[in-house]
């Protein structure tokens, strides 16, 4: 099984940002699927999440109103459309997937996920 997230960069204050994790090896629409951050020197975040279906949505009070996670089954691709970005929205971004639902991958950074991807650098400046 692999996670592959990408979009990431370097970007203004105020500024948009679109990340992808692209999954393989997994039945992708069985999968709660989630984002993570986590910043230099401090612990792993949750950011957002979304259910197998793309129903359902859950996010970060920290994101809420300025990030949009969706997903396209027929691709295995989630995503994180980020706006209004401010530095404390630098960090490394990981996506996650969660065979059980919303709540469980809400609590992955404490209980675990059954996959993680590797991260994508979001750096933004002031």
């Known amino acids: 099984v692999q996670l592959q997230a990408s979009g990431g960069g370097l970007v203004q204050a105020g500024g948009s940002l679109n990340l992808s994790c692209t999954a393989s090896?997994?039945?992708?629409?069985?999968?709660?699927m989630g984002w993570f951050r986590q910043a230099p020197g401090k612990e792993r975040e949750f950011v957002a999440a979304?259910?197998?279906?793309?129903?359902?949505?859950k996010y970060a009070d920290s994101v809420n109103g300025r990030f949009t996670i969706s997903r396209d089954n027929s691709k295995n691709t989630v995503y994180l459309q980020m706006g209004s970005l401010g530095p404390e929205d630098t960090a490394v971004y990981f996506c996650?997937?969660?065979?059980?639902?919303?709540?469980?991958?809400?609590?992955?950074?404490?209980?675990?996920?059954?996959?993680w991807g590797k991260g994508t650098q979001v750096t933004v400046s002031s």
């Open positions: 090896g997994l039945t992708f629409s069985l999968y709660t």
């Open positions: 979304v259910t197998w279906s793309g129903g359902s949505a």
């Open positions: 996650a997937a969660h065979r059980s639902g919303i709540k469980a991958i809400m609590s992955a950074v404490e209980y675990g996920a059954h996959y």
